[in-house]
């Protein structure tokens, strides 16, 4: 078993990996990504609802939420230019993850300050701060083609070369700088050579509010699903780096 909640689970067996979801849409979105994306993806073996069978890609995770990364400065850059080479491929034909509006986002932002707050989950000031920070990731943006979910351990390499990037479920259109936050999440040190792989001007205000934003957004969800943001190197310690 590699991870499981109550929305999905992924088991891995051999070589291949078998993710189960009751979602179809779901699976659909992650098959027609990968056609699309113009970066080394998974192969899908085989599509029997609610089961998607696909190939194990060589190499390594780039690295772990909370734990240092031993990958190089130049397979981060590879990550960086990879990552370049999806946000200008041609749009896919639907939102993603990255994709939401910014009133849905605000709003639900703000719920889920309030909610960490009364629960006694985080302190207030701590709470404000990062909601002041994420104010930055909260502008108009223009559609790309994002993945939506580009966790570090979603990108593999093998030494500097990146061999496969796993985990489409939620791609689509969105915004750009959203892939670049969720990527160097926990690893801000890495930031600069993902930029210069990158090759184009970031806005690191914006990267620092996507941070902030989306470790609000998701501590619940960690806890109530029992994962643990209070872990070394994870979504709180990012928020209490704001500070």
Same mark, same amino acid.
């Given at each position: 078993?590699?991870?499981?909640?109550? +929305?999905?689970?992924?088991?891995?067996?051999?070589?291949?990996?078998?993710?189960?979801?009751?979602?179809?849409?779901?699976?659909?979105?992650?098959?027609?990504?990968?056609?699309?994306?113009?970066?080394?993806?998974?192969?899908?073996?085989?599509?029997?609802?609610?089961?998607?069978?696909?190939?194990?890609?060589?190499? @390594?995770? #780039?690295?772990?939420? !909370?734990?240092?990364?031993?990958?190089?400065?130049?397979?981060?850059?590879?990550?960086?230019?990879?990552?370049?080479?999806? &946000?200008?491929?041609?749009?896919?034909?639907?939102?993603?993850?990255?994709?939401?509006?910014?009133?849905?986002?605000?709003?639900? #932002?703000? !719920? +889920?300050?309030?909610?960490?707050? @009364?629960?006694? $989950?985080?302190?207030?000031?701590?709470?404000?701060?990062?909601?002041?920070?994420?104010?930055?990731?909260?502008?108009?943006? %223009?559609?790309?083609? @994002?993945?939506?979910?580009?966790?570090?351990?979603?990108?593999?390499?093998?030494?500097? +070369?990146?061999?496969?990037?796993?985990?489409? %479920?939620?791609? !689509?259109?969105?915004?750009?700088?959203?892939?670049?936050?969720?990527? @160097?999440?926990? &690893?801000?040190?890495?930031?600069?050579?993902?930029?210069?792989?990158? !090759?184009?001007? $970031?806005?690191?205000?914006?990267?620092?509010?996507?941070?902030?934003?989306? %470790?609000?957004? $998701?501590?619940?969800?960690?806890? +109530? &699903?029992?994962?643990?943001?209070?872990?070394?190197?994870?979504?709180?310690?990012?928020?209490? %780096?704001?500070?």
């Amino acid at each position: 078993m590699v991870v499981a909640h109550s +929305e999905r689970a992924t088991l891995r067996v051999g070589d291949v990996f078998l993710k189960v979801d009751a979602d179809q849409a779901r699976i659909d979105v992650e098959v027609e990504a990968m056609a699309l994306a113009p970066v080394p993806t998974p192969k899908v073996l085989w599509h029997k609802p609610p089961v998607l069978a696909i190939a194990a890609v060589p190499g @390594t995770a #780039l690295g772990r939420l !909370g734990e240092p990364s031993t990958a190089s400065p130049a397979a981060w850059a590879a990550a960086g230019a990879a990552i370049r080479r999806l &946000h200008d491929a041609p749009l896919p034909p639907r939102p993603g993850r990255a994709g939401r509006g910014l009133d849905e986002l605000a709003a639900e #932002l703000d !719920g +889920e300050c309030e909610w960490l707050v @009364t629960n006694g $989950v985080l302190p207030a000031d701590l709470v404000t701060r990062n909601r002041q920070v994420a104010e930055a990731a909260l502008r108009p943006w %223009s559609p790309a083609f @994002t993945h939506g979910d580009l966790q570090i351990a979603h990108v593999f390499v093998d030494g500097d +070369e990146i061999t496969g990037i796993i985990d489409w %479920s939620e791609a !689509g259109q969105g915004d750009a700088l959203f892939d670049l936050a969720t990527l @160097t999440l926990g &690893h801000e040190k890495h930031l600069g050579d993902v930029v210069a792989g990158y !090759g184009t001007d $970031v806005d690191l205000d914006v990267i620092r509010g996507w941070w902030s934003l989306r %470790s609000l957004l $998701v501590v619940r969800w960690l806890v +109530e &699903h029992g994962f643990d943001p209070f872990a070394p190197g994870c979504e709180i310690d990012v928020l209490r %780096s704001r500070l």
